[in-house]
C-alpha cells in the first residue's frame, strides 16, 4: 500500500512537467507572439534608410523590417535575415558583427549569416538589397 502514494506523486509529477513542457513548444513555436514571422525574409521591396546608416565593416538591423545588412567595402552590401534559424525568434541586437537572439542566446556572424552559438546550426537566409534612388532597399526587386 505503500507504493501506491508514490505512484500517484510521480504521476501528478509527471502531470505538472508536461504542462510546464507544453508552455515552453508554445513559447517557442512559430505561433507565437515573440516576434516570430511566418515568413523571415521580406516578399516585397522595403526601403531600409540611407547607406551611409551601415558604415564600412559594420552591420546593422533593421528590427522593424526583420533585416541585417552589413558592410563589407564602401558601396557593397550584404543582407541576412534577422529571424533566428533556431525557434523563429527575432534577433535584438548586433553588436561587433554578431547578431543576438534573445529566447535562447543563439548568435550569429552577421557578416555571413553564420550560426557562431547555438542552439541555432542553420544560417541566416540570405536577402537581396541594393541601393536605388539613393537608399538601401531589400527583398525582391519590384
Do not use: W
Not at 501506491?4 to 507572439?33: E, F, I, M
Not at 547607406?51 to 523590417?65: A, T
Not at 558583427?97 to 552577421?110: I, K, Y
Amino acid at each position: 500500500m505503500s507504493g501506491q502514494p508514490t505512484a500517484r506523486r510521480t504521476v501528478l509529477k509527471g502531470a505538472a512537467l508536461a504542462g510546464v513542457a507544453g508552455l515552453g513548444v508554445a513559447a517557442c513555436s512559430t505561433d507565437s507572439k515573440l516576434g516570430h514571422a511566418e515568413t523571415p525574409t521580406p516578399t516585397a521591396p522595403v526601403e531600409l534608410g540611407a547607406p551611409d546608416e551601415v558604415p564600412v565593416g559594420e552591420s546593422k538591423l533593421y528590427r522593424e523590417q526583420r533585416v541585417i545588412v552589413t558592410c563589407p567595402a564602401k558601396g557593397q552590401y550584404k543582407a541576412f535575415s534577422a529571424q533566428c534559424t533556431h525557434a523563429g525568434c527575432l534577433l535584438d541586437k548586433v553588436e561587433k558583427n554578431e547578431g543576438h537572439c534573445p529566447c535562447h542566446g543563439s548568435l550569429f556572424d552577421t557578416t555571413t549569416g553564420k550560426a557562431v552559438k547555438g542552439p541555432a546550426t542553420v544560417p541566416l537566409p540570405s536577402v537581396p538589397v541594393r541601393v536605388e534612388g539613393g537608399r538601401l532597399v531589400a527583398g525582391p526587386e519590384a
